[in-house]
C-alpha cells in the first residue's frame, strides 16, 4: 500500500499543480523572487490541494487516513498562506516577531510560533511525557524549513533529502508523508523551472510533516535530529544559508542542480 499512496501524491500533483498556479497568478497571488519577476506563490497550495486529494481518495478506497495528521498539517497550512496574503516583511525571525508582539503588534510569525504548538496539542496524548520537548522540536522544524525557501527548489530539495535519508530508520509510515515525497518529487520541477513558489504555506506545510515525521524515529536517532534542528535553528536565526551555501562548492552544485542559469 506505501507505493499507492506515493502513486497516488505524484498523480493528483501532475493533476492539480498547473491549474492551481494558473488560477494564482491570474488572481494576483503573486510576490517578485530574487529575479525581480513575478511569480505565483501557490506551490504549496498544490501540495495541500493534492494532500487533501489523496486522503479523499484513500477514504473512498477504505485505506488508513491519519484524521489527526491531517488537522494538524491543514492548521498549519492555514497559518502559512495567511503569511503569503499579508506578506510582513518588515519582522524577521522569532526575535523580529516576538519584539513586534511585545510592541503590541501581532504578526503573522507570532500566530505561527504560538499557534503551531497549540495545533500539536491535538496530536500528543496527554500521558506522553516528551510531550513539551517534542513540541518545541516540531515546531523548530517548521521554521527550519522556512530558512530554506529563499531560492527556487531549495527548500524542496532539503526536503526530499532530509526524510528520504531518514526513510529506512521510520518505526511507522504515515500514509500521508508517502504521498507528500511523491507530490514533492513533481512540484520540485515547477520550483526549479521558477513556475510558481512554494510560499510561506509550503514551506510550513512541508515543515511540519517533517517535523512530525521525528516522532517516528528510534528514541537515539530522534534526539540526534532534535540536535541538528536546533543547530541550524541558531545558524539561520544568526547567519544567512545563502551565503553559506554559496561559499561551499558541493552544497552550491547541489543548489544550483536543475535551476535556470
Request: charged share 15%; glycine share 8%; with cysteine.
Amino acid at each position: 500500500m506505501h507505493y499507492l499512496h506515493l502513486a497516488l501524491g505524484i498523480i493528483f500533483a501532475a493533476a492539480l499543480s498547473i491549474p492551481i498556479l494558473k488560477m494564482a497568478k491570474d488572481g494576483g497571488l503573486t510576490v517578485t523572487n530574487y529575479r525581480e519577476e513575478k511569480i505565483p506563490v501557490a506551490i504549496g497550495i498544490a501540495i495541500f490541494a493534492s494532500i487533501i486529494a489523496m486522503a479523499l481518495a484513500s477514504h473512498l478506497m477504505n485505506l488508513e487516513v491519519d484524521y489527526k495528521y491531517l488537522f494538524v498539517i491543514t492548521g498549519v497550512f492555514v497559518i502559512g498562506f495567511l503569511d503569503d496574503i499579508i506578506q510582513d516583511k518588515e519582522n524577521k525571525g522569532f526575535k523580529g516577531h516576538f519584539k513586534a508582539f511585545f510592541k503590541g503588534t501581532l504578526t503573522t510569525g507570532f500566530l505561527k510560533a504560538a499557534g503551531i504548538p497549540l495545533l500539536l496539542l491535538f496530536y500528543f496524548s496527554w500521558d506522553e511525557y516528551t510531550i513539551i520537548i517534542d513540541l518545541i522540536f516540531i515546531s523548530l522544524a517548521v521554521n527550519l524549513l522556512n530558512f530554506f525557501d529563499l531560492r527556487p527548489g531549495r527548500c524542496q530539495k532539503v526536503f526530499l533529502g532530509w526524510n528520504i535519508l531518514l526513510l529506512p530508520f521510520f518505526t511507522v509510515i504515515n500514509p500521508i508523508y508517502l504521498g507528500a515525497l511523491g507530490m514533492v518529487s513533481f512540484t520540485l520541477l515547477l520550483d526549479l523551472k521558477e513556475k510558481g513558489m512554494l510560499g510561506d504555506a509550503g514551506a510550513n506545510l512541508l515543515g511540519i510533516i517533517t517535523g512530525l515525521n521525528l516522532l517516528y524515529l528510534p528514541l537515539e536517532i530522534k534526539y540526534i535530529m532534535y540536535t541538528i534542528v536546533v543547530i541550524l535553528t541558531i545558524i539561520g536565526e544568526r547567519y544567512s544559508f545563502t551565503k553559506i551555501i554559496e561559499k561551499n562548492p558541493f552544497l552550491r552544485f547541489l543548489d544550483m542542480l536543475g535551476r535556470r542559469k
